[in-house]
């Protein structure tokens, strides 16, 4: 059934371009793909959207593929962040599939999609690169994350310098501020006060969570 999904998204890129991911082009898809509407219907219920979905889902899975391959070991850790949210990007064949997909998960009735896809996006970021963190940092590393990808994102789609260099310096500008954060939430918190203070706060954020709590229905480990 994966298969047949994949060929249905297949069909439907093309079309995107002219009438985003709507149901014409969910239509066209079908003829094109020669499957059963109704077979089609029921691999993705919500039309487009669906495919939607299942096209950055593909663009995850490229991005992990590639950091797998990717030889980052002598990279400071701010450029593997960069590099991966890069990767990503670069994943995208047609910057309109991007840029039509953000204007429908802008739509009140699929906003709650987008905001999943991009944390589901950074939290494959960081579990490619190998993150440890538990409770409240875990949460606050993928918040932080989700903006600066969502940013890139909207720079990158007006972006048209050669080889998107402008888009790449926007990034690491991003990236070098959020490690200057981490840097400063470091510092506080060795501090008696701040470390006490936070110390509850994460004691708090321990308790086991039932699954469908985290995003995208996973459990987090706890400490």
């Known amino acids: 059934m994966a298969d047949l999904k994949d060929r249905l998204l297949d069909a439907v890129l093309p079309h995107v371009p002219f009438d985003g991911w709507s149901a014409a082009s969910f239509e066209a898809a079908v003829a094109d ?9 029921g691999l993705c219920p919500r039309g487009a959207v669906d495919l939607a ?4 889902k593909r663009g ?6 590639r950091l797998a391959q990717a ?4 990279m400071r850790y701010s450029a593997r962040v960069a590099a991966a949210l890069r990767y990503r990007l670069e994943a995208v064949e047609d910057k309109e599939l991007v840029r ?14 987008g905001a999943r896809l991009i944390w589901e996006t950074c939290d494959a970021v960081w579990e490619a690169l190998g993150d440890t963190s538990e409770d409240l940092n875990w949460y606050s590393k ?10 890139t994102v909207l720079y ?17 500008r991003r990236i070098n501020d959020v490690m200057k954060i981490e840097k400063a939430k470091h510092a506080l918190g060795q501090t008696k006060l701040f470390g006490d203070i936070l110390g509850r ?20 480990r706890e400490a």
């Open 201 to 220: 706060v994460t004691g708090a954020v321990r308790a086991p969570k039932a699954a469908g709590d985290m995003p995208g229905g996973r459990v987090r």
């Open 156 to 172: 990158w789609l007006g972006d048209g310098s050669e080889g998107h260099e402008a888009t790449w310096a926007f990034l690491d």
């Open 33 to 41: 793909s020669g499957l059963e509407p109704a077979l089609a219907q």
């Open 71 to 74: 030889e980052l070991g002598e």
């Open 142 to 151: 993928r918040a932080t994350l989700s903006g600066v990808y969502a940013s």
């Open 53 to 56: 979905v299942a096209y950055h």
């Open 60 to 65: 995850d899975a490229r991005m992990r593929a």
């Open 100 to 113: 039509r997909g953000s204007t429908l998960f802008a739509l009140p009735a699929y906003a709650p999609d």
